[in-house]
């Protein structure tokens, strides 16, 4: 098969869809891959470093995407590369659909086959293909709250980890799930006090057994959640409801009585946000301030480290490229439910009930679609 891989357009978007490893991989199963000049640079690889991996340098997006037969991408294709997209292709990247019904109706039109990260399911309902960039958030949420709780950025002046002598910063984080463990890790490790709040007790039960005795864990409802939002200097937002926007845990007449000078990062942005005062921010402009509480609601942080994502989504993404690759989308998705699952659109039709119910269009069960 012949694969693509463009280089990313969206705005401070520095991660690329595969690393040299992966390109390698495919090359090893007899795949040619091209990938677009300068497509690695944000991520901090050189165009030899793809070459030296078996991979061809092409100079323009239009001839990666009218030669290749497979595209692996990371963003959605934005509307200048809508034109490029045909019925003989197979997308491999996020797409967020439900979010976006333009690019919806776009991929419908284009007939091509859309296998969305987002939608990689296994049979435990976990998601492989988040699961990473989770990780990557979490852990920067502690590390962009530290950041902002220093002075000169409008924070409390406050070390997360405190020194001898001085009390450590008290954080709080809303949602024990991949990205609250993460933070909450991040935080215990540098020294924090931390408070971990979930509605999942058995989730409770497993991190208080592996957290360190500085993570307090706490059962989430209002009435913690306003105790502990006004103590604490950095409250990291990290639920989820799948499928769903994100619960609003912390009203706005909660910010009101938070420490002047306090932080919050909401993660949970790209789902609407569990802050009622969040609004997205972006890289260039991280942070707003509310009742004198810093926000952070950057909705796509991972971009911000493009180096480290771009091989974490790598890893989890290469396995499930190379069977696409090496079977096509249609055996690939017969002997793999999990690629089945993500497979959102395909010949013009939705297949993902989520999706269809988001525009109340028709929906079209993959497994009697390619049966
Ligand atoms: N901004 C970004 O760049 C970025 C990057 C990655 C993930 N995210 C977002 O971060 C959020 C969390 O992702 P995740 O991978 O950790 O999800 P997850 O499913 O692993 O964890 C979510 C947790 O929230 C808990 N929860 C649900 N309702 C709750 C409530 N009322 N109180 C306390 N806990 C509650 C769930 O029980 C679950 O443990 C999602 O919205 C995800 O889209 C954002």
Redesign the pocket.
Known sequence: MIIGIPKEIKNNENRIGMIPAGVNALVREGHKVMVQKDGGLGSGIADQEYVKAGAEIVGKAADVWERAEMIIKVKEPLPEEFEFITPEHTLFTYFHFAADRRLTEAMIKSGAVCVTYETIERDDGSLPL??P??EV?GRMAIQEGAKYLEKPMMGRGILLAGVPGVEPAEVLV???????TSAAKMAAGLGAKVYI????LD?LRYLNDIMPPNVVTLY?NAYTIQEKAKSCDLLVG?????GAK??V?VPESLIKQMKPGSVIVD?????GGCVETCRPTTHAQPTFIVHDVVHYC?????GAVGRTSTYALSNATMPYAVELANKGHRRAALDNKEIARGINVIGGKVTHEGVAAAFNLEYTSIFELLA
């Open positions: 988040l699961t960039m989770s958030a809303l949602g024990g799930g991949v990205v609250g709040l979930d509605i999942n989730r989430s990290a639920v989820l409801s799948t994100a619960p845990l993660v949970a942005v790209d789902q950057v909705a796509n942080m991972p």
